[in-house]
């Protein structure tokens, strides 16, 4: 009598750390990814691009993070109705489990405009805030058989369906993909293409210098004239020496979340995303540092890209 | 037909953030409590307390983290028989979920006597080990409908029955009991309570001073005499002006984890335990440290007391 035995017995489960393998083959090892999203918008882009990811659906569980408020109901509306989609269709298509997590907290940034989010007195604030959001949301979701972790933001819009193989391949504790924006060139009168994400870098000294000389609690941001830090872009580094190979590997100091994959372990160690100043970095930049400080190395794909929507 | 429903529908789960409470009266309000407890040895005394408190056990889940090799197993061992023992007895003294998460290392030091555990030359490595002991289990067993974890060595033998709700009651964000020892007094011929648990200190301007001249790779330790740091530690704090009231409260900058009660939403906000030093602060110590910087104040309890095993 299954019923019964399952009632009279609360479940007791064993978990053997060692078991859990992060190999470059993680499909035919069965290996589980947890892809966790902020969702301050939903973009259907970045869904249709989820839902046709080849990596197996029964390996991957979603979990998604949405700000209270009115942006936040019409993304968390928004989402439901394509979760319902897939999650009844067909069988294949399925997730093996989808967890949504609505904060306590609106949006701190009142305009979710482009222009607005990226003014450097916003900054702190901002990463803060998503700092916490992504905490929240992998202290919750993140369990004992969870083997990498795909951080993809959902303004990603366009990426390869292949993304999770192809990152775990490099077999890296920290990986990600270059984030590019498309858009219209006036000048050339045609569609073209431009970095959108400054966060994953090379340090530089003169970032050092930079950082030396502030308050405890300043963090320096990557991407701001006024605050020329002179570390190497791996945005720039698009095709540098003539290297277009997509499976390049640089080694990173810091990184984005656009399109990023950890194992798993990372995470457990302890590495989250700091939404203090941690060196004098924040949020994902201070990810990739707190990880460092673990023994673990980041790096980045500059020929491998996914795509950032373009307001 | 419910089994058919379950496979056609994978989970899609909700949870609002907002709807999680932690108040003074926990009970009433039927918020879960997470007991997490890193486990290198079994004691008795300290699962007959476990098994006898008295917040209602259906809103308490357990997880334990415990290292490989033959120690390990010998705990888990022991640790499993009673857990069968309770999981199949009555309902009411039955736990909601229990978790074992066995670690893929072992534990760093040899031995494990009192003696060489506390050597200061073993600490930053041995602290170190016990801190991603302590990430690992909290990432992967803190769920969306966790309000408070519980922290309890497996080494306290002895506890109130009412330490949830008695911790739970000065609704701080963290708050420690006090950690003592029962030991046999020679000299008086009769028992006795001494002091275990230094780690729950307020900050002093030498300890400031010490920090500022370390490596940054340094720790600062507390409890050495060839570091003198004169914080105030909570242990000497019993019955300070004659005060012996059990509900005095003290505002802590470092604590201990030995019975340590903690918001879930300080951990969710990111707050774990540094294996790695962090303001020159280490485990449990800079947990403290990295919690004050998320804007959570820690708190202990003099004059309430729980007991550590006396080899
Ligand atoms: N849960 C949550 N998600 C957010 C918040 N702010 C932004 N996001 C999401 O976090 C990701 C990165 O934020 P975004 O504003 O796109 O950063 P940018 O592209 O660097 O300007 C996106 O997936 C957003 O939808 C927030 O306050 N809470
Ligand atoms: N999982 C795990 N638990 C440990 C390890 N070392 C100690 N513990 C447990 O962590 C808690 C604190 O460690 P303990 O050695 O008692 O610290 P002390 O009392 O301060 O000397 C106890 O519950 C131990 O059983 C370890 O390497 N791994
Ligand atoms: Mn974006
Ligand atoms: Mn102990």
Redesign the interface.
């Known amino acids: 009598n299954g019923a019964n035995v399952a009632a009279?017995?609360?479940?007791?489960?064993?978990?053997?750390?060692?078991n859990l393998t992060t190999t470059t083959d993680p499909v035919t090892n069965r290996e589980t990814v947890l892809i966790l999203t902020p969702l301050a918008r939903f973009y259907q882009g970045y869904w249709d691009n989820l839902a046709a990811l080849s990596y197996p659906h029964d390996l991957i569980s979603l979990g998604f993070v949405i700000p209270?408020g009115r942006d936040g109901n019409a993304a968390n509306s928004a989402l439901q109705e394509q979760?319902q989609k897939v999650?009844?269709g067909p069988h294949k298509k399925?997730?093996?489990?989808?967890?949504?997590?609505?904060?306590?907290i609106e949006n701190p940034l009142q305009s979710q405009s482009e222009h607005e989010r990226h003014k450097l007195e916003n900054q702190k604030e901002r990463r803060a805030a998503m700092?916490?959001a992504r905490?929240?949301l992998?202290?919750?979701?993140?369990?004992?058989t969870?083997s990498w972790v795909l951080w993809l933001d959902s303004d990603i819009v366009e990426s390869p369906h292949s993304l999770i193989q192809d990152l775990a391949a490099h077999d890296k504790p920290i990986i990600t993909a270059n984030c590019y924006q498309r858009y219209f060139d006036k000048d050339k009168n045609a569609m073209s293409t431009r970095a959108y994400d400054y966060n994953n870098w090379v340090d530089s000294p003169t970032a050092q210098e930079l950082a030396k000389k502030m308050g405890p609690d300043d963090v320096l941001f990557e991407g701001y004239g006024s605050m020329a830090t002179y570390r190497s872009l791996m945005a720039y580094m698009v095709g540098k020496d003539g290297n277009m190979d997509p499976n390049r590997e640089v080694e990173l100091d810091g990184v984005g979340g656009t399109a990023l994959l950890v194992k798993a372990e990372v995470?457990?160690?302890?590495a989250?995303?700091?939404?203090?100043s941690f060196y004098h970095l924040i949020e994902t930049e201070g990810f990739a540092k707190m990880a460092r400080?673990?023994g673990w190395k980041s790096y980045g794909l500059p020929n491998y890209f996914v795509y950032h929507f373009n307001e």
Chains 1, 2 share one sequence.
Not at 94 to 104: E, K
Not at 272 to 276: A, E, L, T, Y
């Open positions: 009279a017995a609360p479940p007791v489960v064993h978990y053997y750390l060692n209270k979760i999650q009844q399925r997730f093996a489990s989808i967890t949504v997590l609505r904060q306590d700092a916490k905490n929240s992998l202290f919750t979701t993140m369990g004992p969870t995470h457990r160690d302890g989250m995303f700091p939404p203090f400080r673990l």
